[in-house]
Nanobody, 119 residues
Framework: QLQASGGGLVQPGGSLRLSCAAS????????MGWYRQTPGKSRELVAT???????NYVDSVKGRFTIARENAKNTVYLQMNSLKPEDTAVYYC???????????????WGQGTQVTVSS
């Protein structure tokens, strides 16, 4: 139900924009976010955004990454600027989605998109 796109190879200091669209039967979406994972490490939170637009970032990306969403399109974005080699990871989107008005929110994950920062 979550399809991520926008990853790739970029040089240090460059920029990338990730997108993640939720599809299928959706009643409402609450928090959306981006996480990342490197081999041998646990998945870490990068940024989250509430339905109302409040944001939260991990300290290492503050001032460089910006999370945004378009509620009408059920889509969340991650604009990544001033990329560093340590930003290299597989990036996953996440969303809390209720598919019906009477069903509870459930956490969904996208398939992951590789971001590689290297010269």
């Amino acid at each position: 139900q979550l399809q991520a796109s926008g990853g790739g190879l970029v040089q240090p200091g460059g920029s990338l924009r990730l997108s993640c669209a939720a599809s299928g039967t959706i009643f409402s979406i609450n928090d959306m976010g981006w996480y990342r994972q490197t081999p041998g490490k646990s998945r870490e939170l990068v940024a989250t955004i509430t339905r109302g637009g409040s944001t939260n970032y991990v300290d290492s990306v503050k001032g460089r990454f910006t999370i945004a969403r378009e509620n009408a399109k059920n889509t969340v974005y991650l604009q990544m600027n001033s990329l560093k080699p340590e930003d290299t990871a597989v990036y996953y989107c996440n969303a809390a989605i209720a598919i019906k008005s009477w069903t509870p929110m459930r956490s969904y994950w996208g398939q992951g998109t590789q971001v590689t920062v290297s010269s």
